[in-house]
């Protein structure tokens, strides 16, 4: 299985299966000698620990990183740096029957092809949305690198289902908004929508279904000059890792698809000068021209697809006798993961950056 994402001197690696002993990650080709706070990075992951919430599955996992190696003394020290998180709540017997009848828009079918059987069916086994607990830990760790360096991400729930919360703006006070967006249960800019997601949610949960939406992440302090034209740009590197996150479906930049409907004139961020800096007036490229970061706060958005695992009849193929049948997925599921996701889509971001800084770091 290759699941190995690496740009410039950094390389990510994800291993473990949801019901194996642990899952993991080895980071390698971190700066050495950066501090890292580990009570931080603990408290960062229960942002995406499962079992905390009525809107989350009921699996409980205390997501506690235990690491390895590449840490000494609190900082790192250039060697790879390798954790594993622990599996403690795991139900396998609620797997038992995916390996003959495939779970609807799950991996059963597709992993069973293309390993040949032998792969773990087990909640999933490595694909997992449970191998983003690893990804998350690892992105924990760019996260305060970059912090050191002033470099900030924050993401919200742009969307779920039908309800949407209002964009990020160019005048926003964005430290203000990050730090009270890391301390909500359903991260959102515009409080007065978060009790209808949480309906939007509950109403899935109730009839058996779930409900997908959009997270919009921003970062702050990257500096102009960052990234490469064509296959090496900012948006591709993004791209490339946040579709590692098993439930991404889409991603766009700025305004992205929004930007289909309007004119060049309406479009374009007109030059300007403030405080001696070059920045633009509006920011619909969501900070990156020709692939390279302009200055501009870099903007973006992921679409999740709605939970697979629902409680509803669904119809599936018995792999043994080739004939259709019922399904119905037992086993504790979330109705929406985008509350447990907006940590993940940052810490996925944050590896992506760090990437992208190299040398100027």
Request: charged fraction near 20%.
């Amino acid at each position: 299985m290759s699941s190995i994402w690496t740009n410039g001197g950094l390389s990510l690696s994800l291993f473990g299966e949801s019901h194996g002993p642990a899952v993991g990650a080895v980071l390698d080709g971190l700066p050495p000698g950066r501090e890292i706070d580990l009570n931080a990075l603990n408290r960062l992951m229960l942002r995406r620990a499962p079992g905390r919430s009525t809107l989350s599955t009921p699996r409980t996992e205390a997501d506690i990183p235990e690491i390895l190696s590449g840490l000494y003394n609190g900082k790192t020290t250039g060697a790879p740096l390798a954790l594993i998180i622990r599996n403690t709540d795991t139900r396998s017997g609620d797997y038992a029957e995916f390996t003959n009848k495939p779970r609807p828009s799950h991996a059963d079918y597709t992993g069973a092809i293309r390993y040949r059987g032998v792969n773990d069916p087990r909640g999933g086994g490595h694909f997992s949305g449970r191998l983003t607990a690893p990804l998350t830990a690892a992105g924990g760790i760019c996260l305060q690198i970059l912090s050191q360096q002033g470099i900030e991400i924050a993401s919200h729930l742009y969307a779920v289902g039908h309800v949407t919360d209002r964009p990020f703006g160019k005048e926003d006070d964005f430290q203000a908004i990050r730090h009270n967006l890391e301390e909500l249960g359903l991260p959102v800019i515009n409080p007065l929508v978060a009790a209808q997601m949480k309906q939007e949610i509950e109403g899935a949960r109730r009839t058996q279904d779930s409900v997908g939406g959009i997270i919009e992440c921003r970062v702050d302090g990257v500096p102009a000059g960052i990234g490469s034209p064509i296959f090496g740009g900012v948006e591709n590197v993004l791209s490339s890792i946040l579709f590692g996150i098993p439930a991404v479906k889409g991603v766009d930049f700025g305004i992205g698809f929004e930007g289909a409907t309007l004119y060049g004139s309406q479009h374009n961020d007109p030059f300007t000068v403030e405080n001696g800096r070059v920045k633009t007036k509006t920011n619909h490229a969501g900070g990156i021209n020709g692939g390279i970061t302009n200055g501009m706060p870099l903007v973006f958005r992921a679409v999740f697809r709605p939970t697979p695992s629902i409680s509803s009849p669904q119809q599936t193929v018995n792999l043994t006798t080739m004939q259709e049948e019922m399904l119905e997925i037992k086993g504790r599921h979330d109705p929406c993961i985008l509350p447990r996701a907006s940590v993940v889509v940052e810490a996925a971001a944050a590896i992506a950056i760090l990437s992208m800084l190299g040398e100027a770091l």
